[in-house]
C-alpha cells in the first residue's frame, strides 16, 4: 500500500518560514559560535516541546537549503560559503533600484526595484547574486538581517470613507508607503506632516504596517519642515529636562584653588575672530613678544572637559548627539546653552579655563618650542572675521600689528602646507539673509579670506601637534598611545584615472605618479580652471574623486592637509571627538597608559557616522531653503551651469544664488536622450545635441516642491 503523502499546509509552511528567519538571524548575531537546536530555541524565545519541535522541523529546512550546516554532530552554524550569497548594506536611488554594498567587494551589487523584497534604505540584507544575461552581477534580497530605522518622516494621506490611511515618505528612496490604521492616526489628520513607527511588515503584504508618533504640522510650513528635516535624521532639537538641570548645577567659578593648578595667563594679549553671527567662541588666540624677539603664540580652547565628565548624563547626551547641527535658521548645539553660549565660550573681558598649545615660533614661522597643557586666559577683543580682514588690509584699528603678525606668520604656514603636499579646495559656502520669521530675502556667498586664513592656519598646527605629541615620543619613534585622528585616505586611483582622463579633453594634465604629483597636479588643475566656464564641474569631480574624512584609532595620515599625524582638538563644544582629544592628551601629560583601542574605535565610528547626519541635514535645510527662496522666482529666466548628469535627467545651479534645479530627460521634447556616464554627458540619439557636466544653459523656473525640497527647470532655447 502506497505510503499516505504528508500534507504541510500553507500556515505551517509560512510559520516555519517565520522561524527559519529567526534562526538565521540569532546565528548571525554572532557567526563564530556553534549551537545545538536547545541554544537556538531559547534564543529565539520558543521554549515548550510544541515550539521545539517547529524549531528541529525549520533547522532541517535551512540545512536543506544550505543556508546552516552542521559543525558537528547536533550542532549548526551560518554557512558562509553558500553560492551566490552576499550580506551587505542596501542603498535606493530615487528610481526605485538599489545598490548593496558588501565590504571586501571593490564594486556594489545591482538590485532591480523588483527583487528589493521588504528591505528599505540602509538596511542590512541578505541577497542572492547572479549573472544578468550573461553580463554584471546583479542580486536579489533574500531577506533583511537588520533594520537601520523603524521610525519616518512624511505626509499622512487619508483614504476617503475608509478607517485606514497611508503615510507617505518624504524621502524618495524610501520605497513604500506605510499603511496605518485609524485607531493609530495620533491625532493627526489628512495632509499632516508626520513621523511614523514602523510596528511590523507581514510576509505577503504590499505595505509595512505603522502607528504616528507624533505630528509635525502642515507641510510647506518653515517650522514642520525644519523639525521634519531633524526627525528624518533622528537628530533631537530639544534637551532632556534632566540634562538641563545637569548643566545648570554646574560650578561657572574661576576659583583661586583651579587657577593654581593652571598656567595663568591672564595678562597676555589675547583675542577671538570669529563669524559675525557666531554665539559659542571654542578658541582665541594669544601673541607676545619674547626677549630673544621670537614670538609665543598661544592656541587656545574652551576646556569642556572640565565641566563635562565621564559618567554624568550631560557627557552621555553629548556623545549621543556627537557634534552641532549647523541649519541655515538655527543651531542644534551638541551642548546645552549655558555651556555652549556660557561657561565654556571665550567671551571677551571675562576669565575662562582653556586648554592651551603654545608656540615658540620665529619669524620664519619655525617652531622652536611647544607647551601643552591647562590654562586659564582673559580675552580682551572679540573680532568677526569682516574686522580682523579690515587690519589686514590697511585700516587703524586696536590689536592691529599682533593680527598683522599672526597673519604674516599664518601665511608662511599656509604656503608651507601647501609645497608639502595640501591639497587647497577654497569653494565658497552658500548663506541666506533672513527677515524676522525666517523667509530668505537674500542669498551670500561665505568665501574665505585671510582672516579666515590665519584662525584655519593657527587650528591645525594645534591639531597637527597635539596629534604628534601624543602619538610620538620626544626620538620621534612611534609611541603606540591609542588616540583618535581624523584620517583622510588617498583618493581611489580608479577615480583619479577617470578624472585625468576627463580633464585632458579640456587641455589640462595630470600626473599620478605618486602621492605627492597627485597633490601638486591637483592644485595646478584647480588654480589653472579658476575663473573659466569648466571651473565648476571640474572642481567638483575632483572633491568626488577624494575619500571622505572620518575619526579612526588608526593614523592613516590626512591626505587633503598632507599631515601624518592629525586630530581635531579646537571645538570641543561643537564636536565630541575633540573633547576625547582633550581628555586623552591630560592623561598622558599626567603620565596615565594608553587605554583600551576598541573602546575608542566604537566612538570614532559613532562620531563619523553622526557627522554625515547632521551634514546630512544641514544640506537638507539648505535645500529647503532654497526652494523657498526660488518660489518668489516661478516663471523667471535664469542663467545656469550643468552641475550634475544621471540617467533620468541633469541638474543646473544657478551661480547667483547656487539654487539647484532637475531637468528631466522626459521633458526635453526635442529628442529623445541617452546617458553617457564616462563623459558626464546625456546625448540626442538623432539629432546628437549634447547636455555636459559644466555646460552653460539657459533655464526656466517651472516648480518649487518645499515638501521634496526639490526645484524643477525646464530649459529655455
Known amino acids: 500500500m502506497a505510503k499516505k503523502r504528508k500534507y504541510i499546509s500553507q500556515k505551517n509552511e509560512h510559520k516555519l518560514k517565520e522561524i527559519g528567519k529567526l534562526i538565521l538571524r540569532f546565528i548571525n548575531e554572532n557567526s563564530t559560535k556553534v549551537y545545538n537546536y536547545k541554544q537556538i530555541a531559547d534564543g529565539i524565545d520558543y521554549k515548550n516541546p510544541r515550539q521545539r519541535e517547529l524549531v528541529i522541523q525549520a533547522l532541517h529546512r535551512l540545512q536543506a537549503a544550505e543556508r546552516i550546516k552542521e559543525a558537528e554532530k547536533g550542532k549548526y552554524v551560518l554557512n558562509l560559503n553558500i553560492k551566490g550569497t552576499l550580506t551587505g548594506i542596501i542603498d535606493f536611488n530615487q528610481s526605485g533600484n538599489a545598490y548593496v554594498k558588501v565590504e571586501g567587494l571593490e564594486d556594489d551589487i545591482f538590485i532591480h526595484s523588483k527583487n528589493v523584497k ?42 476617503p470613507h475608509k478607517d485606514f490611511g497611508f503615510v507617505v515618505c518624504d524621502k524618495k528612496t524610501i520605497n513604500t508607503d506605510i499603511f496605518v490604521p485609524k485607531p493609530k492616526f495620533g491625532g493627526a489628520e489628512d495632509g499632516n506632516k508626520v513621523i511614523v513607527k514602523m510596528t511590523e511588515w507581514r510576509p505577503g503584504d504590499k505595505n509595512p504596517e505603522g502607528e504616528i508618533i507624533q505630528v509635525l504640522g502642515a507641510p510647506g510650513e518653515h517650522e514642520t519642515e525644519i523639525h521634519s528635516i531633524l526627525a528624518e535624521y533622528g537628530l533631537p532639537y530639544e534637551f532632556p529636562e534632566e540634562v538641563e538641570r545637569d548643566a545648570d548645577k554646574i560650578d561657572r567659578s574661576i576659583n583661586e584653588e583651579e587657577v593654581a593648578k593652571r598656567w595663568d595667563m591672564r595678562g597676555i594679549t589675547t583675542f577671538t575672530i570669529d563669524p559675525k553671527d557666531a554665539k559659542d567662541f571654542d578658541d582665541a588666540l594669544s601673541i607676545r613678544k619674547l626677549d630673544n624677539g621670537n614670538w609665543e603664540i598661544g592656541v587656545h580652547i574652551a576646556d569642556v572637559s572640565h565641566y563635562v565628565v565621564p559618567g554624568t548624563i550631560l557627557d552621555d547626551e553629548a556623545y549621543q548627539r556627537a557634534t552641532s547641527v549647523y541649519l541655515v535658521d538655527r543651531v542644534v548645539p551638541m551642548l546645552p546653552e549655558v555651556l555652549s553660549n556660557d561657561v565654556c565660550s571665550l567671551r571677551p573681558h571675562e576669565d575662562k579655563f582653556t586648554f592651551s598649545a603654545v608656540f615658540e615660533l620665529n619669524d620664519k614661522a619655525e617652531i622652536k618650542k611647544q607647551w601643552f597643557g591647562r590654562t586659564v586666559i582673559h580675552s580682551d577683543r572679540r573680532f568677526t572675521y ?86 610620538l615620543n620626544k626620538r620621534g619613534e612611534i609611541s603606540q598611545n591609542t ?144 526652494v523657498k527662496f526660488m518660489e518668489k522666482h516661478l516663471g523667471e529666466t535664469f542663467n545656469g551651469v550643468i552641475s550634475g548628469v544621471a540617467e533620468f535627467g541633469f541638474w543646473v545651479e544657478i551661480p547667483e544664488n547656487g539654487a539647484e534645479g532637475l531637468i528631466k530627460l522626459r521633458d526635453l521634447t526635442d529628442d529623445s536622450y541617452s546617458y553617457d556616464a564616462k563623459t558626464h554627458a546625456v546625448y540626442g540619439n538623432r539629432h546628437g545635441k549634447k547636455y555636459q557636466l559644466g555646460d552653460q544653459v539657459q533655464i526656466k523656473v517651472v516648480k518649487a516642491n518645499l515638501i521634496q525640497k526639490q526645484l524643477d527647470f525646464k530649459i529655455v532655447d
Not at 124 to 144: A, N, P, Q
Not at 508 to 521: F, G, H, P, Q, R
Request: net charge negative; proline share 3%.
Open 118 to 159: 521588504d528591505a528599505l534604505q540602509g538596511d542590512k540584507v541578505l541577497i542572492v547574486t547572479y549573472t544578468y544575461k550573461g553580463k554584471k552581477l546583479e542580486g536579489s534580497v533574500l531577506e533583511v538581517l537588520e533594520r537601520t530605522r523603524t521610525e519616518f518622516v512624511g505626509t499622512l494621506q487619508i483614504v
Open 386 to 471: 569682516e574686522e580682523a580682514q579690515e587690519r589686514i588690509e590697511g585700516k587703524d584699528g586696536d590689536f592691529k600689528e599682533e593680527i598683522l603678525i599672526l597673519d604674516q606668520l599664518a601665511k608662511i604656514m599656509r604656503q608651507k602646507r601647501i609645497k608639502d603636499g595640501a591639497i587647497t579646495f577654497d569653494r565658497s559656502e552658500v548663506r541666506f539673509n533672513l527677515d524676522e520669521n525666517n523667509e530668505p530675502v537674500g542669498v551670500y556667498f561665505k568665501i574665505s579670506k585671510d582672516s579666515n586664513h590665519l584662525i584655519e592656519e593657527f587650528m591645525l598646527l594645534a591639531n597637527k601637534k597635539v596629534s604628534e605629541f601624543v602619538s
Open 483 to 626: 588616540f583618535i585622528y581624523r584620517v583622510h585616505d588617498d583618493p581611489d586611483p580608479a577615480k583619479l584615472e577617470s578624472l585625468r582622463d576627463f580633464v585632458s579633453t579640456f587641455g589640462y594634465k595630470m600626473d599620478l605618479a605618486n602621492t605627492k604629483k597627485v597633490a601638486e597636479s591637483l592644485n595646478k588643475l584647480l588654480h589653472d580652471v579658476k575663473g573659466k566656464g569648466e571651473e565648476n564641474m571640474i572642481e567638483t569631480l575632483a572633491m568626488r574623486s577624494m575619500s571622505k574624512a572620518v575619526y579612526s584609532t588608526e593614523p592613516i595620515g590626512h591626505y587633503g592637509l598632507g599631515f601624518d599625524y592629525y586630530s581635531h582638538f579646537t571645538s570641543p563644544i561643537r564636536r565630541y571627538p575633540d573633547l576625547i582629544a582633550h581628555r586623552l592628551l591630560q592623561h598622558y601629560l599626567d603620565g596615565g597608559k594608553s587605554p583600551n583601542k576598541a573602546d575608542l574605535e566604537e566612538k570614532a565610528k559613532h562620531c563619523s557616522y553622526m557627522e554625515r547626519l547632521a551634514a546630512d541635514a544641514e544640506r537638507d535645510s539648505i535645500k529647503f531653503m532654497q
